[in-house]
């Protein structure tokens, strides 16, 4: 572990340079939406035949472009084999991002066998080259102990610089350590300012945990907030917010509702997007609608 610390406290002093010269080049805010790395800016928008074109000719930010819509399989059908291996293709070309991406399908096992030492030393050489999403996926692994020995100290340090030079995923990642009190004091009042902060730059993760903590309060109120963030959130592709969203709507909370069949399509939509914990629940309930049919009985709505 001595040999990744090191390396990590290399990547936060990296980012706490990056920080410093977002302030000096005008103050930003890391709540404040950016691209994901401006230095690496992606091509314009194209269709898949276009960019399945430029890949071809070999232009990596292309053939992460189109991973990317193969993984979300909204303008084609969803491919998580196929996505993995243009993510792979445009890592060894040179696009940061894509190595990322590829790490997070290593972890999840989304298309390829999942390998989460794999993944942590793909976040790692992302943030080796300065990619503040790299080192925060890197602390991510470093709380979990994915691929890694958990280092929750250096991953607090790692997830707070990320979060300081502009990304608002760290953000929402540093208010769950601050909530949790992983690697650092709890500090709720903190939490809830970062995920506010991160919802606002419209990072779907800070929405998600802000509902969260919503849904969790008493009064009507809180919980419509926090559907309504849900579905912000869902809306953007987060899983773990659809499969909320559904419980939300499966129990009538926020004012909505009951409706089941709405909470299953967002239960499915959960787990198409890589969200665990929606695959076992979909799993669970299609096994019971399935005993029910074989004894007769009617099937689940």
């Known amino acids: 572990m001595r040999l990744l610390t090191r390396s990590g406290m290399v990547c936060v002093a990296l980012l706490c340079a990056l920080a410093a010269a977002c302030t000096e080049q005008g103050g930003r805010d890391a709540g404040e939406r ?34 990317e819509i193969l993984r979300s399989g909204e303008r084609i059908g969803q491919d998580l084999e196929r996505a993995a291996g243009l993510f792979d293709k445009a890592c060894q070309a040179g696009d940061t ?16 066998a999942r390998d989460e030492k794999r993944a942590a ?15 925060s996926g890197l602390a991510e692994a470093l709380v979990k102990g994915h691929g890694v020995a958990p ?41 809830l300012a970062l995920y506010k902060r991160a919802c606002e730059a419209r990072e779907p993760l800070g929405c998600n945990n802000l509902a969260s903590y919503m849904a969790n309060q008493q009064g009507a109120n809180f919980e419509a907030e926090a559907v309504a963030l849900y579905r912000k959130a869902c809306d953007a592709n ?7 969203l559904g419980l939300m709507i499966s129990g009538g909370r926020g004012g909505l509702v009951k409706d089941y069949r709405e909470s299953l399509r967002l239960l499915r939509r959960s787990c198409e997007l890589g969200y665990e914990r929606g695959c ?9 609608s399935e005993a029910r049919r074989q004894d007769g009985g009617a099937p689940a709505p």
């Open 34 to 67: 950016a691209p994901v790395e401006p230095e690496q800016p992606s091509v314009q928008p194209a269709s898949p035949e276009a960019l399945e074109k430029r890949c071809a000719a070999g232009e990596a930010a292309a053939c992460r472009q189109l991973g």
């Open 97 to 112: 991002i894509a190595c990322v991406w590829l790490g997070e399908a290593c972890e999840q096992g989304r298309g390829l």
């Open 121 to 135: 030393s793909l976040y790692k050489k992302a943030c080796d080259q300065g990619l503040a999403l790299g080192c």
């Open 151 to 191: 280092d929750p100290q250096t991953a607090f340090a790692m997830q707070k610089a990320a979060c300081q030079s502009g990304l608002p995923l760290a953000c929402a990642r540093l208010g769950h350590l601050y909530m949790t009190g992983k690697g650092t004091e709890a500090n709720p009042s903190e939490a």
């Open 238 to 244: 987060l899983g773990a917010a659809c499969y909320n």
């Open 280 to 288: 076992e629940t979909l799993a669970k309930y299609e096994a019971g």
